[in-house]
């Protein structure tokens, strides 16, 4: 099994950690959108990260694959079987794929990706925008981040995206405000101790320090 992309990107790190939480063993190949080689464009026709290989089924997009992965290995299930928690799964997933994500984007852009990685001056005033603009989806969250995970008693799809989200946000420094959402913090804290997450962290962490970051 193959993923390309670069771990940074929440949405690589959401099939790094479907695929560690279900146990399974997957090679990270770094993958950049904007220098593409033919096996990765292969699996990402958009040349988008994620994409993923597992024998000769090539596809790309964490949804997709997550999809892929937990019918392929149900085991355990990552989208729960009782429709209203199936839904609600899919739900936190949209939240954090398109509200939290792209919202905290231009934090990402101008306090990391410019200065450290594209060598540009970042635009402070659109982070700190942003930084704001991210209130609404944490007290949404924070309303919502009541029981043991996001969808209730079991570990979903939903708490793996909107955990991806928090951790690259953390690559900026921003840190999320305990006091002000408790139940986040709590939550996040859970997610953190899970083996699947702890284990796509330290695969993270090899790729992060040997790209020198
Ligand atoms: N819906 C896609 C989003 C993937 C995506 O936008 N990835 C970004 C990196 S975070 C990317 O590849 N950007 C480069 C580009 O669009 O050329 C998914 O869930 O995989």
Same mark, same amino acid.
């Given at each position: 099994m193959k993923i390309y992309g670069f771990p940074l990107s929440p949405f690589v790190r959401k099939v790094v950690v479907a695929v560690k939480e279900k146990r399974l063993d997957a090679e990270v190949v770094p993958s950049n959108p904007s220098d593409p080689d033919a096996e990765f464009l292969a699996a990402s026709p958009f040349g988008k990260i994620p994409a993923f290989r597992d024998g000769d089924f090539a596809l790309a997009d964490s949804t997709a694959i997550i999809t892929y992965l937990d019918a392929k290995y &149900?085991? &355990?299930? @990552? @989208? &729960?079987?009782a429709p209203e928690a199936r839904a609600r799964a899919v739900w936190f997933e949209e939240v954090a794929d398109t509200v939290l994500t792209p919202t905290g984007a231009p934090i990402v852009l101008n306090r %990391? @990706?410019? &200065?450290? @990685? %594209?060598?540009t001056e970042g635009d402070e005033a659109a982070a700190q925008a942003a930084e704001e603009a991210l209130a609404k989806p944490l007290a949404y969250l924070e309303s919502v981040?009541?029981?043991?995970w996001l969808v209730g008693a079991e570990f979903t799809v939903g708490d793996i995206a909107v955990a991806s989200t928090v951790r690259t946000l953390g690559y900026t420094g921003w840190r999320l405000d305990d006091a002000a959402y408790p139940n986040v913090a709590a939550w996040f804290g859970r997610v953190q101790q899970r083996e699947g997450w702890k284990a796509a962290v330290a695969t993270e962490d090899r790729i992060i320090s040997a790209a020198g970051l």
């Open positions: &149900p085991e &355990p299930a @990552l @989208l &729960p079987a %990391f @990706l410019r &200065p450290r @990685l %594209f060598g981040a009541t029981g043991e």
